[in-house]
């Protein structure tokens, strides 16, 4: 079978190197790619955020299977795109990719599937943020609703900063994404990030992983989309794992199932390990980027043959 990843970060090298050893796949490109993923596929310039010229190269080098590594080309809906062509594709719909897109659709389906997670309101408007700022005490987590790299949550250690966060929020900093503002209970505990392999009904854990997402040494500074990970994480233990399967990862598949967006793809739930037990604090549509890398070091079996059951 011929083969497209689309992406260009260490994530896509990761997948690149752990689909090149599969027997099934005759011809392999990743697109753009970078210089390392040239050891593993050829590479094609490709700006993947724009469907149509996805589509066209999927087209013109007659690929049976695209695997898009980051959320972007998933939220603009890639996979319906490629599908109306009769191309398979491995991830999320539009629909289903709001998991990641858009949090206050996820807050709605951790309502309908009761899973625990952090109280919160939003707002589309500055002053009535603000104003609610006067009922909650801080620390207080402000995020933009939409998608904005991982760096769209302040954790403000007061009100002041809180405040400035609003405003920068309505302000644009974060684009469209900005222009809803989650004010979310702030989560006391240890993170642990947990990754499926779902095909619509079914999920398959893959394993856990922690990254490292503050810039500085130490744990200090603004949040980044990660800067290092490891798996397994020792604070998660295998009880623990069956219950992230169980209570919060099968029943997001099953109401995702019943409202006629079925999760196809890599289910990546970002949790608190609290007092009260493991609290969802996201969820991502894809690989974890830095976490793909230690995660498929790890995988003994045929992460190809994987892939191609669930998109069938
Ligand atoms: P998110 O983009 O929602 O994953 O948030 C990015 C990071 O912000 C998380 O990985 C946490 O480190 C932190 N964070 C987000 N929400 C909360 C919360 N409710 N309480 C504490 N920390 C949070
Ligand atoms: N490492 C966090 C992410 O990929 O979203």
């Known amino acids: 079978m011929k083969v497209l990843v689309l992406g260009s970060g260490a994530r896509e090298h990761a997948m690149c190197w752990s689909l090149a050893n599969s027997p099934l796949i005759t011809k392999l490109i990743c697109a753009p790619g970078n210089p390392g993923i040239k ?4 590479c094609i310039d490709l700006n993947i955020n724009n469907n149509e010229d ?5 087209l013109k080098e007659e690929i049976d299977l695209v695997i898009p590594g980051p959320e972007i080309p998933l939220v603009n809906g890639i996979i319906n795109d490629l599908n109306k062509v009769n191309i398979k594709a491995f991830g999320p719909s539009k629909e289903a990719s709001q998991l990641e897109g858009s949090k206050k659709f996820t807050k709605e389906i951790c309502k309908a599937a009761n899973i625990p997670t952090a109280n919160y309101e939003f707002f589309t408007n500055q002053e009535d943020a603000i104003h609610y700022l006067k009922s909650i005490n801080a620390p207080i987590v402000i995020k933009a609703d939409g998608l904005a790299a991982g760096k769209g949550v302040i954790i403000a250690k007061n009100k002041d900063e809180a405040i400035l966060a609003i405003k920068n929020s309505f302000k644009g900093v974060f684009g469209e994404a900005g222009k809803t503002v989650l004010i979310e209970e702030y989560l006391e505990g240890i993170e642990a990030s947990y990754f499926a392999l779902c095909d619509g009904k079914n999920a398959i854990p893959l394993t856990n992983a922690q990254d490292h997402k503050r810039v500085g040494d ?3 500074g603004p949040n980044t989309g990660g800067m290092g990970a490891f798996s397994p994480t020792p604070n998660l233990s295998e009880e623990d794992n ?4 169980n209570n919060i990862i099968k029943p997001t598949l099953a109401v995702m199932h019943e409202r006629g967006t079925p999760f196809q793809g890599i289910l990546y739930a970002g949790l608190m390990l609290t007092n009260e037990g493991p609290k969802l604090i996201e969820y991502n549509v894809r690989f974890g980027d830095p976490e793909c890398q230690v995660i498929l ?16």
Do not use: Y
Not at 54 to 58: E, K, P
Not at 297 to 312: G, M, P, T, Y
């Open 242 to 245: 069956e219950h992230i399967l």
């Open 297 to 312: 070091s790890r995988i003994k079996s045929n992460l190809f043959e994987a892939i191609l059951a669930a998109v069938d």
């Open 54 to 58: 996805i589509v066209s190269l999927a």
């Open 218 to 220: 130490g744990d200090t």
């Open 39 to 42: 050891k593993e596929a050829e």
